[in-house]
């Protein structure tokens, strides 16, 4: 008997020694190649030496495999050295470097913030309109955009009651004849009981704000990605008009976090209870953190249109369009799934009005310099009058910097172009990328 | 009186030259840098055609200040006065510059995609099309038919720093201050003087980014194939144009 324990545990002991040794010289047998996956790429094996025929040698016969795409290329640039030229810098004057410095603060204040909405709004110059649609321009959208605001209006009474937070987060009153000063006093009011709410939570959770500040960070961290490549891409020593595109584009991005931030200061403070802060709040309440973070990477990274979810992310909005009850969140629209069990994410229909552009959208100008929001194929404009981003039919002259995957490769009279959805995207060499642009054909 | 009179004639006379005066800090170079860095440039000025390699990071600021560095690796090779052809890969994307005297090309390898273009006659004039095009070619100082034009003109000062150690051998190292920028320069002097590194520093640029270029494999002797400068597009590229910045629609129609 005691022999057959003793054999028992060199058995074990035996069996033991194998298994650590597999486990501990497996990953190093089995460990892929430095280059091999797309990791750790050998530069000096991806060249051909000797001159010429360089270009035949890389086509290969046929579209070469896409390489690993940079993922923090499309994130809105302060500046860069890429030029690389002793020549230009030289030329380069100090003054217009300085201008181009001034840019706004990244999250400016509560009041500050009341201020400056408003009063870009109201500017005439479109370029101060960030994603505003136009009175006089694009009928059409217009036509269309506004037709489903009615059908949506005539919708809304039929369907059942949204939730309470996109009652919260629509306006009381969003009536072209109250004009732009009742929405900024509504707004100065809203900040200040924002801030009044935010003073008195804090004095009771501080730990809260921390996990704010975190959350806060996560959203632009995450805001960085697909951003626009066509303005990074631009030269370095570009003229002034560039500058201003620039510095507007991060005004208006700047913006989009303000708007984000006051959305969801609303959902926090307000929240579903309709005040905005609860003594009885605890770590679980704060679920909305987290799930900003997480729906924002859902609707961003993992945003591919026919994906099934099971649900959508907690805090989606409803909203209805063609009587269809789409869910809105961080950029993307689910829709219920065919089989009549979870959801489908779908591309953005056309009449769509939410409160918020996508967060991690780029800028885009129309070809009258109206800004859209563009995302994964969709176009958001800002509607003045309904206090609302509207999605509308992509406009013909408007470039874009990427597609999103579904496309295809289509021929119309020797010229190439990609459709996505009906719409027709003629590839051309802007800058230093390929740029795709919406055309009519 | 006759003293105050002239007196007050001579300050008005002296007052205008004072005014017009410039307020640009006045170059300020030692000889010794100037000296080095112009035999370099002779080199490269006088070369018919030379290849040389560019293993090139550079600096984005992020709007959070947060900086990221990319590479870019360039292989570059000119025949003066009308041929050029740069072989790019980069973080960014890969990329082919292609000039025959005639034609300019612009291939994308990742989209396999190509613009091609009439081109002007000289390397110096397609380099500025390039720029119209807002297409950017780094190191275009080599390039050009005047490689050392920002030392003659922009140069607020220059300093002989004294030979630095560099990838096994010491070399010279000269610093440039610029309006905007800062430029360190490393040559490699002897009977064919080279340049072997360039370090630019935008001093005046959010963040201050640095862009870094080593320079090896210098030939003024290269051997180029018949073809090395014409442009094949590959099974399948398609052929597209370039897209003048702000154009609105026009001629997306077709």
Known sequence: MMYQISEWKSARVFLSSVMATVLLIGPVLFAPEPGSDGEGVAWAGKFDKGGGGKAEKRGGGGKMTMPQKSKIDRKPRASSAKQGSMKKASKERPGAQQQAKARPQAKPQAMAKSQAKPQQRTSDSPRDQPFTRKADGKPQQQAKASGSRENLAARDQKMPKQTSTQQVAKKPDTSRLQGGQDRQTQRADRDKQVKEGRQQYAANKQDIRSDRKKAAEELQQNRFDHQDEAREDRQDWADQSREDRQKHQRQMANERRDLYEDIYDDRRYWGNNDYYWDDDDDDDNNGWLWGIGGAVIGGVAGYAIGAAVNEPPEGTVAVPVGGVPYQYYGGAFYEPAPSGTGYVTTAAPVGAQVEAPPIDCTIVFGPEDEGYCYFQGAFFIYDDSANQYVVVEPPAGTSVTYLPPGYEEVTVADTKYMKLGGTYYRPYYEGDAVTYVVSEV | ?254
Not at chain 2, 88 to 95: A, C, F, I, L, Q
Not at chain 2, 123 to 151: F, H, N, R
Not at chain 2, 194 to 203: A, C, F, M, N, S
Not at chain 2, 204 to 224: C, H, Q
């Open chain 2, 1 to 254: 009186m006759r003293d105050l009179r002239g007196i007050v004639t001579g300050a008005l006379l002296l007052i205008p030259p004072l005014l017009c005066t410039e307020t640009t800090s006045p170059r300020v170079v030692d000889a010794e840098a100037d000296r080095v860095m112009e035999r370099a440039c002779a080199q490269l000025e006088s070369a018919p055609a030379f290849s040389v390699t560019a293993d090139i990071s550079y600096d984005d600021v992020l709007e959070s200040g947060l900086k990221v560095q990319y590479r870019r690796y360039n292989e570059l090779v000119l025949d003066r006065p009308d041929h050029l052809f740069i072989d790019g890969e980069s973080d960014k994307g890969s990329r082919n510059i292609v000039y025959d005297g005639k034609t300019l090309t612009v291939f994308n390898r990742d989209k396999n995609m190509y613009v091609q273009v009439p081109a002007p006659d000289t390397i110096d004039a397609t380099l500025d099309k390039l720029e119209e095009y807002g297409v950017s070619v780094p190191l275009d100082d080599l390039m050009s038919s005047q490689p050392c034009a920002w030392l003659h003109d922009g140069v607020q000062e220059g300093f002989y720093g004294g030979r630095h150690y560099l990838d096994g051998s010491f070399v010279h190292h000269l610093l440039f201050r610029v309006a905007a920028a800062d430029f360190q320069v490393w040559v490699q002097g002897g009977e064919v003087p080279v340049i072997r590194k360039v370090l630019i520093e935008y001093r005046e640029k959010e963040g201050n980014p640095r862009y870094e270029a080593r320079l090896s494999d210098w030939n003024f002797r290269p051997t180029i194939d018949a073809g090395a400068f014409s442009f094949t597009p590959p099974e399948g590229a398609d052929r597209i144009d370039f897209r003048a910045a702000n154009k609105t629609g026009e001629g997306d129609r077709p």
